[in-house]
């Protein structure tokens, strides 16, 4: 039988809208054969996504999505193969929760001052045990009818330079992919075709990613087009990574990303999971 790989998706440990059980459900179901949970900052659930997929003779790999700073600029930083239980991983995450936790505040005081009251409270709600993303305000945002959308929850109050944005010193790119490395990982530059940085920027990041430790670069996600996993195979090509592929499935609700449905890896760059 084919492996059908998918190295990105997230449970309801951060802003996903499915437990850990169900997205090992619904992923075998979809045919995949290896599966990363990789939630925001968190390792939360990957004890249960383990027991759902032994069960099934998925091969589940531990995974985590860590946001890093590098020169002022959010990049997410995917963790494949790591120990879930190492002191200086479990130490990082705790940090960036409570980041996650303070930075939630903030958003939901920026939206009071724009007659947007109760946000705080709504997301706690709404995340539960798992940790509070943007995804959990757009939600609210759009609950409340403030937004038509989630994107446009996004473009009018949750992006860069929006009233409900907070600038925010995640772990710094090196530290974060320490980390990784630290608890036996392999780290992967996340949808490097979604940041929109000119080409010298995304350069000196991956330079600085490389040199820290970092061996994968996503190059086939969710809906990337043609074009988009061409710029992500030049940049494994040009700064030597091994290629990653991930749906970041979020929720069945979104019919255009499904867990385990992918582009083709393209020829001529290595897959990641040869390093596993
Ligand atoms: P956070 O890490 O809390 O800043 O939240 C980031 C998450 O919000 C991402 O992982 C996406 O799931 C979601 N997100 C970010 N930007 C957008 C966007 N423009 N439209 C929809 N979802 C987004
Ligand atoms: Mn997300
Ligand atoms: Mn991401
Ligand atoms: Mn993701």
């Known amino acids: 039988m084919a492996e059908v790989y998918d190295l990105h998706c997230h449970s309801t440990a951060s802003d996903g809208a499915l437990s ?91 939206l009071e001052k724009k007659r947007i009251p109760g946000a705080y409270q709504a997301v706690m709600l709404a995340a539960g045990d798992g940790e509070i993303t943007r995804s959990h305000f757009a939600d609210f945002l759009l609950a409340n009818n403030h937004v038509a959308t989630q994107q446009e929850a996004f473009d009018r109050y ?3 330079g929006k009233p409900g944005y907070v600038q925010t010193l995640w772990a710094g790119l090196e530290e974060a992919v ?51 996993i061409r710029f992500g195979r030049q940049l494994a090509i040009n700064h030597q ?17 499904e867990l385990g449905r992918l582009a083709e890896l393209p020829r001529g760059v290595p897959p990641v999971w040869e390093l596993f």
Request: some cysteine; overall charge neutral.
């Open 178 to 228: 320490a980390w990784i490395l630290e608890a036996g990982g392999i780290a992967v530059m996340a949808h490097p075709m979604r940041y929109k940085l000119s080409a010298k920027f995304m350069n000196r990041a991956l330079v600085a990613f490389k040199q820290a430790g970092g061996q994968g670069i996503e190059v086939v996600t969710g809906r990337a087009s043609d074009d988009e």
């Open 158 to 160: 949750l992006s860069k």
């Open 20 to 110: 850990p059980s169900e997205l090992v459900r619904r992923a075998h179901a979809q045919g995949v054969t290896t599966l990363a949970l990789t939630d925001h900052d968190s390792v939360a659930g990957l004890e249960e996504a383990r027991q759902a997929a032994s069960g099934l003779g998925l091969r589940l790999i531990n995974g985590i999505e860590l946001s890093a700073s590098y020169q002022n600029q959010c990049l997410h930083i995917v963790g494949l193969n790591i120990d879930p239980q190492h002191p200086s991983l479990l130490a990082g995450i705790a940090r960036q929760q409570a980041i996650r936790d303070e930075r939630a505040k903030l958003i939901a005081d920026k």
């Open 241 to 257: 990574l091994h290629a990653s592929v991930g749906s970041d499935f979020h929720s069945p609700d979104n019919q255009w990303v």
